[in-house]
């Protein structure tokens, strides 16, 4: 009972802050109301603050099914409302089907659209190009590399998943590295801390953002994951490959334009290749809220570059301390006894 207690808590955490990336129409994003934020010391945008990027007003990564081949202008607010109780209701009844893939590969219990972005006549999904509110199709190469035994390790935008063979079966547990890279407390999973940055699923959903003159930190609270971009400076050489990528930032009147290249393969997003490039723009709409919005562009992965966005709210929360792995023996255990069980297996054999 306790058990079921915790599976149904997760999924209705999972539902309750499943902001999706979805594409909308093929309209530019949505102006910002004009907003003229306070400023650093030294004339730079302020930025500073805690946000969470889990407000309850989620939406689906992509246009939901039911809106196939309609643009987001002629969603009507009462189709929204009606999938929104629909939604609701299969969830209460523990119905729902699982839908399509969301951001990061994990699959929520369902495409609940809050009645928030009814009332607020906001957007029914996060993409905002392609205008059909899908990720444009996979390259051909793409599709090889998803087909390779390589594609299935795990990487930073996804999680343990029992129907893949890449992260369970009968070796799963064999070598620790082949466990995904959140598990082993190495980066976020569902790439919450980017770039891009993705809605937080379950927990730690925050974001600190501190400026200085000639750097700009975002910490956050999953896994405690940290970038430090380095305003008006170079990127990196090639060679230099980091997990989170090289990020560089520039002001383009009161937004924060980052620049995000040399990533390396072990984190790649939703399947990206190397040559990942990510340019995301921060901007303060109000006393309370930041817009996020990010633009993938790799011709190896995709047939054209794509844009989401979604906001982040300011908030008075704390931001703790990611304590992962400390006193997990978990692992250790499993990885012990499966030696022994080789060794038992061994020692029949002999007899």
Known sequence: MKRALIVVAVALATTMSTFAQSGASKRPASPAKAYTPPRTPWGDPQLEGVYSNDDE???PFERPAQFEGRRLEDVKPEELAALNRERTEQFRRGTI?????????IRPPTELIFDSLVRNNSTAWLV??????RVPPLTDAARQRRASDAYNRPTSDAAAREDDPGFEGPN???DPEIRPLAERCLVGFS?????????????NNLHQIVQ?????MILTEMVHDVRVIRMNADHAPKTVRKWLGDSVGRWDGDTLVVDTTNFSDKTRFRGSSENLHVVERFTRTGPKTL???????DPSTWTRPWTAEYTWPATDGRIYEYACHEGNYALGNILRGARQKERDEANKTRK
């Open 212 to 216: 200085t003159r000639d750097t700009v």
């Open 291 to 297: 817009r996020y919005q990010f633009t993938i562009d």
């Open 172 to 174: 799963a547990y064999d």
């Open 191 to 203: 790439s919450t801390s980017g770039p891009p940055i993705l809605p937080t699923y379950f927990y």
């Open 97 to 105: 089907d699982a839908g399509p893939e969301f951001a990061g590969g």
């Open 57 to 59: 007003t989620g939406v």
């Open 128 to 133: 905002v190009d392609p205008p059909d509110g």
